[in-house]
């Protein structure tokens, strides 16, 4: 796993930037699971209230998987696509948010391996009878220990 890029975006709202210090780490952060577009974009929008109520920060993980015959440094997309894409998408959010795109082979163990232990954690997915990989990504990181909010997308 390696962190691809990382930015810190603010909103259009005119948020001040991130404070200094110790202050900064004091700040509660909302990890939002890229999953798909639409799905991320109703997660960010839960996500923003939450953060609004609790006066926190969200950032926005992305891992973006590297099937294993390219080497991990050489997405299938390119990185700077995926920065323009998921700068727009974080504009979406009523609150301070960072952009962090990890290239890895596994989604799950990059999330628990970059979450700090106990996150809040949202996600969006579409609901299906049947357990969908964003649901069953869900339940792993509850039994991981974190604190996920599935947000249901049609």
Same mark, same amino acid.
């Given at each position: 796993?390696? !962190? /691809?890029?990382e930015?810190?975006l603010?909103?259009?709202?005119? #948020?001040?930037?991130?404070?200094?210090?110790?202050?900064?780490?004091?700040?509660?952060?909302? /990890? @939002?699971?890229?999953?798909?577009? &639409?799905?991320?974009?109703?997660?960010?929008?839960? /996500? %923003?209230? !939450?953060?609004?109520?609790?006066?926190?920060?969200?950032?926005? @993980?992305?891992?973006? @998987?590297?099937?294993?015959?390219?080497p991990l &440094?050489t997405?299938? @997309?390119?990185?700077?696509?995926? &920065?323009? +894409?998921?700068?727009?998408?974080a504009?979406?959010?009523?609150?301070? *948010?960072?952009?962090q795109?990890?290239?890895? +082979?596994?989604?799950?163990?990059?999330?628990?391996?970059?979450?700090?232990? %106990?996150?809040?954690?949202? !996600? %969006?997915?579409?609901? +299906?009878?049947?357990? *969908?990989?964003?649901?069953?990504? /869900?339940?792993?990181?509850?039994?991981?220990? #974190?604190?996920?909010?599935?947000?249901?997308? &049609?």
């Amino acid at each position: 796993m390696s !962190l /691809a890029i990382e930015k810190i975006l603010v909103p259009k709202t005119g #948020h001040p930037s991130r404070p200094l210090g110790d202050e900064a780490d004091q700040k509660l952060n909302i /990890a @939002v699971v890229f999953t798909s577009v &639409e799905s991320t974009l109703a997660a960010l929008k839960e /996500a %923003g209230n !939450l953060a609004n109520s609790l006066g926190a920060r969200i950032k926005l @993980v992305v891992p973006q @998987v590297v099937p294993y015959p390219l080497p991990l &440094e050489t997405p299938p @997309v390119l990185v700077e696509f995926n &920065e323009n +894409r998921f700068r727009v998408i974080a504009s979406e959010s009523p609150v301070e *948010t960072s952009v962090q795109i990890y290239l890895c +082979r596994d989604r799950f163990e990059t999330l628990t391996s970059v979450l700090q232990p %106990g996150s809040i954690v949202v !996600l %969006g997915g579409k609901k +299906r009878w049947w357990p *969908t990989k964003d649901e069953l990504l /869900a339940r792993q990181l509850r039994r991981a220990g #974190h604190e996920v909010v599935f947000k249901e997308t &049609e």
